[in-house]
T-cell receptor, first 113, second 116 residues
Framework: DTGVSQNPRHKITKRGQNVTFRCDPISEHNRLYWYRQTLGQGPEFLTY????????KSRLLSDRFSAERPKGSFSTLEIQRTEQGDSAMYLC???????????FGPGTRLTVL | AQSVTQPDIHITVSEGASLELRCNYS??????LFWYVQSPGQGLQLLLK??????LVQGIKGFEAEFKRSQSSFNLRKPSVHWSDAAEYFCAVGDDRGSTLGRLYFGRGTQLTVWP
């Protein structure tokens, strides 16, 4: 396994701009998860996919957030009209079906000025 | 609702001393329990997990944890801490969605400082 990769690792943007993050899961992992981690807190669940289907979304995922996994491989998380409260580390994880362990990527740190 | 409580925000120990990090969970059914470690600027690395069976589970880096259903606890222990163990530790409970785990619910973390 080459591990879960996330790009970019860091993103600084101005309030009101749109940003997009990418996550490449471990090859052949069917499940892909997004979490958000703010300073001093544990990760909070945002959404997850099984292949290309988005199975669950958290109430944290407001209308400004959208996640896709179009071909069941990589996933993107887009935030529109960013706000300062969106500043956080965005973590991606993946897992195989019938396997109860999630492997995490290094995260994308977003700073909204 | 599922939740995880880590009552200690910050713990400081001397190198070579023993360590116990506390974790309490709230979950309706048999929980899937995890401990992760996060070093600065890094993602989460799984230390150990409990699904069923023996309530004392061994993990990587010399860590172990004990599941106590009566206390709704899953405390992490290490008999002798190394300076490289300084990091943030997260306890998590998994949402059982049949054959594959759903979301994880994390505690707020315990920051471990190790004195030389």
């Amino acid at each position: 396994d080459t591990g879960v990769s996330q790009n970019p690792r860091h993103k600084i943007t101005k309030r009101g701009q749109n940003v997009t993050f990418r996550c490449d899961p471990i090859s052949e992992h069917n499940r892909l998860y997004w979490y958000r981690q703010t300073l001093g807190q544990g990760p909070e669940f945002l959404t997850y996919f099984q292949n290309e289907a988005q199975l669950e979304k958290s109430r944290l995922l407001s209308d400004r957030f959208s996640a896709e996994r179009p071909k069941g491989s990589f996933s993107t998380l887009e935030i529109q009209r960013t706000e300062q409260g969106d500043s956080a580390m965005y973590l991606c994880a993946s897992s195989r079906l019938n396997y109860n362990e999630q492997f995490f990527g290094p995260g994308t740190r977003l700073t909204v000025l | 609702a599922q939740s995880v409580t880590q009552p200690d925000i910050h713990i400081t120990v001397s190198e070579g001393a023993s360590l116990e990090l506390r974790c309490n969970y709230s979950y309706g059914a048999t929980p899937y329990l995890f401990w992760y470690v996060q070093s600065p600027g890094q993602g989460l690395q799984l230390l150990l997990k409990y699904f069923s069976g023996d309530t004392l589970v061994q993990g990587i880096k010399g860590f172990e944890a004990e599941f106590k259903r009566s206390q709704s606890s899953f405390n992490l222990r290490k008999p002798s801490v190394h300076w490289s163990d300084a990091a943030e530790y997260f306890c998590a409970v998994g949402d059982d969605r049949g054959s594959t785990l759903g979301r994880l619910y994390f505690g707020r973390g315990t920051q471990l400082t190790v004195w030389p």
